[in-house]
């Protein structure tokens, strides 16, 4: 029994884009797994949570209306 002459064209294309969809998955997987990105790395760095937050001003002067 013939696969090809079961499915129509257009469901063979749908077929043959999952099935391209799947190997770029496969493709971005490994490559972030073998890349730098999945490489372990000893050091981490660690940003505190308020380092972006500016520091709070008490003078007179920041605080006057304009």
Same mark, same amino acid.
């Given at each position: 029994?013939?696969?090809?002459?079961?499915?129509?064209?257009?469901?063979?294309?749908? %077929?043959?884009?999952?099935?391209?969809? *799947?190997?770029?998955?496969?493709?971005? /997987?490994?490559?972030? !797994?073998?890349?730098?990105?999945?490489?372990?790395?000893?050091?981490? %760095?660690?940003?505190?949570?308020?380092? *972006?937050?500016?520091?709070?001003?008490? /003078?007179?002067?920041? !605080?006057?209306?304009?």
């Amino acid at each position: 029994m013939n696969l090809l002459s079961m499915f129509s064209d257009d469901q063979l294309a749908v %077929f043959g884009c999952f099935l391209a969809i *799947a190997v770029c998955g496969l493709v971005a /997987t490994l490559s972030y !797994r073998l890349g730098p990105a999945g490489q372990k790395k000893s050091q981490t %760095f660690t940003m505190p949570m308020n380092a *972006a937050r500016p520091a709070p001003t008490t /003078t007179v002067q920041d !605080r006057r209306a304009a």
